[in-house]
């Protein structure tokens, strides 16, 4: 079981989650990674930074069960991390701290650089959450196969994506990633959502949430494995009772605000 996914830095791409450009780092409970700027050509550490402001050592990341912990190995600068999913929620791993947990599920980790900042993206998909239904004392837990956060964005579009079927199961369209983003644009939380971040967080979904071996097609265009992948999704998702109608509530109503009248 994987723990987390790393996503070195590099020049940001649709299908970077799902066809892993950059190339993702996955960890195990108990696996390590270091970061930095590394020995001379960008060897010695998993994570390059290449950054002349950066230590060639500047931290570690630790794998553990359902989380990650970070290191900090500079003695004299704080790193931050960001909550990808929260409103401008961080923390701050103080110089020289040890093994700081991260209880984030999208997580930036920010470095100060001679550039500005270097960064690079941790995600940790198998975050656990209790079952009401497990009784103390009842032995090991059961680990869910598909543990989805209602309160994530990524959850969001989700619903969004299934919500022409749980209106009309006969209804085969499916929404593409524009039409989502202005679905769930209303919402204070997703005011900025772009087209492109949907299809992220589709690929976060398909390849990292729900593990869907979704290849490319020989032949096929990149709509067309767009399109199947959304298929797959919304798919599993109603067939697993992931995505409910209950769920319909998380979406802005449907219902538009009458006109107002002018006054003469």
């Known amino acids: 079981m994987e723990t987390i ?11 970077a989650v799902g066809a892993g450009k950059p190339e993702l780092l996955h960890m195990g409970p108990g696996d390590v990674a270091e970061f930095g700027r590394g ?4 060897g010695g550490v998993a994570v390059v930074l290449p950054d002349p ?8 990341l630790e794998a553990a069960e359902d989380y990650w912990r970070l290191s900090n190995f500079s003695r004299d600068t704080a790193y931050v991390v960001e909550n990808l999913e929260g409103a401008g929620e961080y923390i701050t791993v103080a110089p020289g701290r ?3 947990p991260v209880p984030f599920e999208f997580s930036r980790v920010v470095l100060p650089a001679l ?5 690079f993206k941790v995600f940790a998909p198998q975050h656990a959450y209790l079952d009401e239904r497990s009784a103390p004392g009842a032995g090991e837990l059961t680990v869910h196969p598909y543990a989805l956060d209602a309160t994530a964005k990524y959850f969001l579009v989700l619903v969004a994506l299934c919500e022409p ?7 085969s369209a499916l929404p593409g990633a524009g039409d989502i983003a202005e679905r769930l644009r209303p919402l204070e939380s997703c005011r900025g959502l772009t087209r492109s971040a949907v299809n992220y967080h589709i690929d976060y979904l398909a390849f990292a949430k729900l593990r869907l071996d979704v290849g490319d097609e020989p032949g096929a265009d990149g709509n067309a494995r767009t399109g199947a992948k959304r298929t797959r999704l919304a798919s599993l998702a109603l067939r697993f009772g992931l995505v409910r109608e209950e769920h319909l509530a998380l979406l802005p109503s449907r219902k538009r605000p009458a006109p ?3 006054c003469s």
């Open 98 to 100: 040890l093994g700081a």
């Open 260 to 262: 107002q009248g002018t």
């Open 5 to 15: 996914i790393v996503q070195p830095p590099g020049p940001p791409r649709p299908d």
């Open 115 to 119: 550039s500005g900042t270097a960064d």
């Open 165 to 171: 079927r749980l209106r009309d199961p006969s209804d």
């Open 39 to 42: 020995l001379p050509g960008g």
């Open 53 to 60: 402001g950066i230590s060639r050592r500047a931290g570690r």
